[in-house]
């Protein structure tokens, strides 16, 4: 009499697993992305801290071509007194023929460039321009409107009045044509729009805490000098 074949314990056939069960793929590529998503990231890291590092090395190359290619011609064609103008040019050539000898490290190079662009010298023209309309028109206005733009100045003395108060206070009075901090004056200055530049200059200067009647003035180059000197000394503020 013949036995019934043998059943196998664990229910497999002899042909190996089910076709019906699930299949573990292992963990697939995601191994690998990771890998190299954090890979791109150090490299990327590095890059950033390379382009700093070489920035940071070139900042006294950079500041001599600012200087001589943008800034030193912009002082020359600006609204400044004649002679006002040209002790400015002088210490500001002088700054930068020393940069061109390397007498100064990047971090000075950078520190004065910043004080330059905090310094309202582009605007230091059109602000005396307007105050002498003020004064030539002396029966269109209040007697202490003229002192609003000696607060101004010694408010930039200060520290405590930049180039961007500059560029609000002149803005009634600058050509709308032209965006940014060196838009040229108007051709012809009205008493209107003149008195908005007053008003808006005893508004900086009371915020700023300038004081009211101020006992003596200040030349631009006066200030050139200090700022380049303290660039030099401390580097940035």
């Known amino acids: 009499m013949n036995e019934p074949a043998e059943s196998s314990d664990d229910g497999l056939s002899d042909h190996g697993p089910s076709d019906h069960g699930p299949v573990d793929e292992g963990p697939g590529c995601m191994p690998a992305i990771l890998a190299v998503s954090v890979l791109m990231g150090i490299v990327g890291f590095?890059?950033?801290?390379?382009?700093?590092?070489?920035i940071f090395q070139k900042q006294d190359v950079l500041a001599l071509r600012s200087m001589r290619g943008s800034y030193i011609p912009a002082v020359e064609q600006s609204l400044l007194a004649p002679e006002e103008k040209a002790r400015t040019v002088k210490l500001l050539s002088e700054f930068a023929d020393n940069l061109q000898r390397g007498r100064y490290e990047g971090w000075q190079a950078s520190g004065v460039m910043q004080r330059m662009s905090r310094l309202p010298v582009l605007q230091w023209g059109q602000i005396?321009?307007?105050?002498?309309?003020?004064?030539?028109?002396?029966?269109?206005?209040?007697?202490?409107?003229?002192?609003?733009f000696v607060r101004l100045r010694k408010g930039v003395e200060q520290n405590k009045i930049t180039t961007l108060d500059f560029s609000h206070i002149l803005s009634p009075v600058l050509q709308n044509e032209f965006q940014?901090?060196?838009?040229?004056?108007?051709?012809?200055?009205?008493?209107?729009?003149?008195?908005?530049?007053?008003?808006?200059?005893?508004?900086?200067?009371?915020?700023?805490?300038?004081?009211?009647?101020?006992?003596?003035?200040?030349?631009?180059?006066?200030?050139?000098?200090?700022?380049?000197?303290?660039?030099?000394q401390k580097g940035t503020y």
């Open 46 to 54: 590095i890059f950033c801290g390379f382009m700093t590092w070489l």
């Open 180 to 232: 940014g901090e060196v838009a040229p004056l108007v051709d012809t200055l009205d008493v209107g729009s003149v008195k908005t530049v007053v008003q808006n200059a005893k508004v900086a200067a009371d915020r700023a805490e300038i004081d009211g009647s101020p006992r003596d003035d200040v030349e631009l180059d006066t200030l050139v000098r200090r700022q380049i000197e303290a660039g030099i």
């Open 128 to 148: 005396r321009r307007v105050e002498k309309f003020v004064i030539d028109h002396a029966d269109e206005f209040g007697s202490d409107d003229a002192t609003q």
